[in-house]
């Protein structure tokens, strides 16, 4: 895999966290608005775009069972709270003008679509923006598994997982000056040396079916459309 082929398909995953911009806890909207304008300007070059979004700004399940909740309890508030970070960014994708479905593992008819995956390949077909919410609608699962699961559903040729950092680094490069980056590196490696690009079970489904992960910086202005262009920096996970 290559970041310099052309892409008809992706899958975008970004954290909770990436929605609160400077607060420390929930949605930050000039920085949401800010990723919609970095999804239109790939959205304009005709590809086709999953989206996941985490819920660690809301509410991470962990941390509830951590303070005595159940765990599943937990994690189901954590699933929840993607739903409200999809909305958002739905609203934040439609002010760009472009047409976006939410579409949740667990159904809430209500407030946006069940999962039904033939009716989200249409939408993609359609060029619609699909969100993902709700995770994989099981505990114990993380939201990137849910990018995994859905960009294989989906037939997605890559998942871009966008982050603070410009890739995958040997150690922590806020802390290590002397951290080093991969250009690229295999499932199994980051599965040895427990790089924290993603959890064990979402590497393994992405490795099982020879999916390739893009790790980039979202922080950088224009970076979703120049990595599937194959500019500046990244790592890419095969
Ligand atoms: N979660 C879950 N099942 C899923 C996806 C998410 O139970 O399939 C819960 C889990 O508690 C997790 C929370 O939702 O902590 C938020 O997701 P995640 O931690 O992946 O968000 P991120 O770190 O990407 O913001």
């Known amino acids: 895999p290559s970041a310099t082929r052309?892409?008809?398909?992706?899958?975008?995953k970004i954290s909770g966290e990436a929605l609160m911009g400077p607060q420390g806890y929930g949605l930050h909207p000039p920085t949401v608005a800010r990723i919609a304008q970095e999804v239109r300007s790939v959205h304009d070059l005709g590809v086709e775009i999953c989206m996941v979004?985490?819920?660690?700004?809301?509410?991470?399940?962990?941390?509830?069972?951590a303070q005595g909740m159940e765990r599943t309890t937990a994690d189901y508030?954590?699933?929840?709270a993607t739903v409200m970070n999809a909305l958002a960014m739905q609203a934040a994708l439609e002010d760009e003008k472009i047409?976006?479905?939410v579409i949740s593992a667990i159904p809430m008819d209500q407030v946006c679509?069940?999962?039904?995956?033939?009716?989200?390949v249409r939408h993609l077909e359609k060029k619609r923006v699909c969100i993902f919410a709700a995770g994989t609608g099981n505990p114990y699962f993380t939201t990137d598994t849910a990018a995994t699961l859905r960009a294989n559903e989906m037939s997605c040729q890559a998942i871009f997982k966008g982050t603070k950092v410009d890739g995958v680094y040997d150690m922590d490069p806020a802390k290590h000056a002397e951290a080093r980056r991969y250009d690229r590196i295999t499932y199994d490696e980051v599965l040895q040396?427990?790089?924290?690009?993603m959890d064990a079970s979402a590497i393994a489904l992405a490795r099982d079916n020879r999916l390739p992960i893009v790790v980039f910086s979202l922080d950088e202005p224009g970076g979703f459309r120049g990595i599937l262009a194959g500019k500046g920096t990244y790592t890419i996970v095969h």
Do not use: C, W
Not at 57 to 64: E, T
């Open 6 to 12: 052309t892409y008809d398909r992706v899958l975008l």
């Open 193 to 197: 040396k427990h790089l924290g690009v």
């Open 113 to 120: 679509e069940p999962y039904i995956r033939r009716r989200a």
């Open 77 to 80: 508030m954590g699933m929840l």
């Open 53 to 65: 979004i985490g819920g660690g700004n809301i509410f991470r399940g962990l941390q509830g069972s």
């Open 99 to 101: 047409h976006t479905r």
